[in-house]
C-alpha cells in the first residue's frame, strides 16, 4: 500500500487529512516524508512545476493549496490504486506553455481559473508512476534477528527494496511478524538493527504498528539479506 506523509500545519493539509480518513480507500497516512513513498506539501511548488502541483525536478512530492486540494487527492487515489512507491509529471507535461496554474490569486485569474477547469482535472497519464511492475523489485522473507538496545529477539521479515534512481540508493520496506516487535515499538522504540544468519547488522526503523499487529519496518542502504 502506498504509504503519504502530509507534511505542514495549514488549513490546506488538514482539508487533504479529512478527505482522504472520509474515504473509503484505506489510505496510509504518516508524518515522517522519510518513512513515505510519496509526500503532500503546502509549501510552493519550484520552478518549472505543472499547474503548480508537481515538478520533474521534485519526484514523489504534490504542493498543495486551496486550489488544488481536489486535484491532489484525486492523483493521491490514482497512486493508492496503483500501489505507487513513486511519481513524477512528466516534462512534455511540465513544458507545455497552453498549462494553466491553479491556485492563482487576482480576480481575471480566478474567472480565467473557472474556465478552465474543465481542463485542469487530474490525468493520470501527465504523470509516471513507479510501481512494482515497472521496477525491478527484490524482495525477501525469512528469519531475521532484531536487536533494539541491549535486546535481540527472532522474527519473521517479509520485505522487498529498489535501488531509488533519484539517491542511487537502495530502499526497503518491509513487514515484521512479532509480538515483541510491536510492545517495543508502542513503548517508543524506533531505531534497530537487523541481522539475517551469520550477516552484518544493518540499521532500521520501526515505522507504525499496523491494525494486526505487524511493525511496518524501514531501510536505506545495503538491506540485511
Known amino acids: 500500500m502506498t504509504t503519504i506523509a502530509l507534511v505542514g500545519t495549514s488549513s490546506t493539509i488538514e482539508r487533504v487529512r479529512r478527505l482522504l480518513d472520509d474515504s473509503p480507500l484505506p489510505f496510509r497516512l504518516v508524518d515522517d516524508a522519510g518513512l513515505a513513498d510519496l ?9 518549472p512545476n505543472h499547474l503548480g502541483v508537481a515538478a520533474a525536478d521534485a ?18 487515489t490514482e497512486a493508492h490504486l496503483a500501489d505507487a512507491r513513486g511519481v513524477r509529471v512528466r516534462r512534455t507535461v511540465q513544458d507545455d506553455p497552453e498549462a494553466p496554474v491553479l491556485g492563482l490569486e487576482s480576480s481575471w485569474q480566478r474567472l480565467a481559473r473557472r474556465m478552465l477547469r474543465r481542463g485542469t482535472r487530474f490525468d493520470p497519464v501527465d504523470y509516471d508512476w513507479l510501481t512494482d511492475e515497472s521496477i525491478d523489485v527484490e524482495s525477501f522473507d525469512d528469519d531475521v534477528t532484531v536487536s533494539a538496545g541491549d535486546e535481540a529477539f527472532t522474527a519473521r521479515l517479509r520485505a522487498r527494496g529498489v535501488v531509488d534512481g ?40 520501526f515505522a507504525e504498528v499496523t491494525p494486526w499487529g505487524t511493525v511496518r519496518m524501514t531501510g536505506v542502504g545495503a538491506p540485511p539479506w
Do not use: Q
Request: charged share 20%.
Open 59 to 76: 519526484p514523489n512530492r504534490f504542493f498543495c493549496n486551496d486550489a488544488t486540494v481536489d486535484y491532489i487527492v484525486a492523483a493521491l
Open 166 to 205: 533519484n539517491d542511487g540508493r537502495f530502499h526497503w520496506v518491509g513487514m515484521l511478524y512479532s509480538d515483541r516487535a510491536a510492545e517495543r515499538k508502542h513503548g517508543g522504540t524506533t531505531s534497530v538493527t537487523v541481522t539475517v544468519a551469520d550477516g552484518d547488522p544493518v540499521p532500521a526503523k
Open 39 to 47: 509526500v503532500v506539501t503546502d509549501e510552493a511548488a519550484p520552478v
